[in-house]
């Protein structure tokens, strides 16, 4: 398998960072973002980040952060057309994540949490439904 032969370290992350900084403004910029890109989401998914992992399984952006980066960079896109595109993620991002956990505390969790009274409902409702007769 692949994965038993594949390091990925934090370490490979360095160089390809250096690379991505001096190839900008050349015709390899675009390949050296990939690069740099598509190696940090491979480390960040395969690393244990310890506490913070711990945080984020009680407290889930995701969804918010899913539902509402879109919209927020389209509107920064219309209000300030000439925004370098890392201005625009920097803002977006310290926009979006306040609304995130926003979403998280007053909608979504309360909304999760009504999955265990649902399924209670339920299942007195398919308890009572069925019968059973004995015959004499």
């Known amino acids: 398998m692949v994965r038993d032969r594949l390091v ?12 991505f900084v001096f190839a900008q403004g050349t015709r390899f910029a675009e390949l050296t973002t990939a690069l ?15 506490p913070l992992r711990a945080w984020c399984n009680r407290i889930d952006l995701s969804f ?3 539902i509402y980066a879109g919209p927020i960079q389209q509107a920064l ?5 000439a925004l370098p595109p890392i201005a625009n993620t920097a803002i977006a991002f310290a926009l979006v994540l306040p609304l995130a956990l926003l979403s998280w505390v007053l909608i979504e969790h309360p909304a999760l949490s009504l999955r265990a009274v649902l399924r209670r409902k339920l299942q007195y409702r398919a308890s009572a439904a069925t019968l059973t007769i004995v015959p004499r």
């Open 8 to 19: 990925i370290t934090a370490l490979a992350l360095l160089p390809l960072a250096a690379l």
């Open 36 to 50: 740099l890109i598509g190696y940090a989401i491979v480390w960040a998914a395969s690393h244990r980040f310890g």
């Open 64 to 66: 918010g952060v899913y």
């Open 77 to 81: 896109i219309d209000a300030a057309p």
